[in-house]
């Protein structure tokens, strides 16, 4: 298994532009997170999934959205890119009979400029 | 909700040393606790978690925890230090709801 696998590894947008963050996991998880992680500040959630079609916001979800089509594959699109959206992006996905353990993506590092 | 906080952004110990990082919790509910490590540029990896069996919890690398529900406190220690353990820690809590709170993280530094 690859496990939890995102792309690109790092980008670099203009103010107000706008990008997916691909993630996608081989594990049939029907759990999914996307996080971010800035200096200093530990790991924020943003949105998560509990199966395809369902979404819901985490703590930060401002200026982000997300859509989950199938089991595998949880996107997460910044429509206008702001600096304050400069960040490293984690997507994790966990089994719901043990839905406490999240296995973590190697993550997409962000620059807005 | 439920928070952590961990007791120190930055810890330096001796190869050989004890490794102790701190983390304390705040919840309403029984906790789900974990620690985390982080090497550069990497992603998270599991390194243990505490589910309301056993408080003492061993996990990966030579590293455990004890869960001390009077002091609300999930401590991370290893008792001897390998350069290799030089890393970002990170304590985390959850709830039912899979909704998983971070701490600000811990840069453990490992001197030869």
């Known amino acids: 298994n690859a496990g939890v696998t995102q792309t690109p590894k790092f980008r670099i947008l203009k103010i107000g532009q706008s990008m997916t963050l691909q993630c996608t996991q081989d594990m049939n998880h029907n759990y999914m997170y996307w996080y971010r992680q800035d200096p200093g500040m530990g790991l924020k959630l943003i949105y998560y999934s509990v199966g395809a079609g369902i979404t819901d916001k985490g703590e930060v979800p401002n200026g982000y959205n997300v859509s989950r089509s199938t089991t595998e594959d949880f996107p997460l699109r910044l429509e206008l890119a702001a600096p304050s959206q400069t960040s490293v992006y984690f997507c994790?996905?966990?089994?719901?009979?043990?839905?406490?353990?999240?296995?973590f993506g190697p993550g997409t590092r962000l620059l807005v400029l | 909700a439920q928070s952590v906080t961990q007791l120190g952004s930055h810890v330096s110990v001796s190869e050989g040393a004890l490794v102790l990082l701190r983390c304390n919790y705040s919840?309403?509910?029984?906790?789900?606790l974990f620690w985390y490590v982080q090497y550069p540029n990497q992603g998270l990896q599991l390194l243990l978690k505490?589910?309301?069996?056993?408080?003492l919890v061993k996990g990966i690398n030579g590293f455990e925890a004890e869960f001390k529900k009077s002091e609300t406190s999930f401590h991370l220690t290893k008792p001897s230090a390998h350069m290799s353990d030089a890393a970002e820690y990170f304590c985390?809590?959850?709830?039912?709801?899979?909704?998983?709170?971070f701490g600000a993280g811990t840069r453990l530094t490992v001197k030869p």
């Open positions: 919840s309403s509910v029984p906790p789900y």
């Open positions: 505490y589910t309301s069996a056993a408080t």
């Open positions: 994790a996905s966990s089994d719901p009979h043990t839905a406490e353990t999240q296995y």
């Open positions: 985390a809590v959850s709830d039912d709801n899979n909704d998983m709170r």
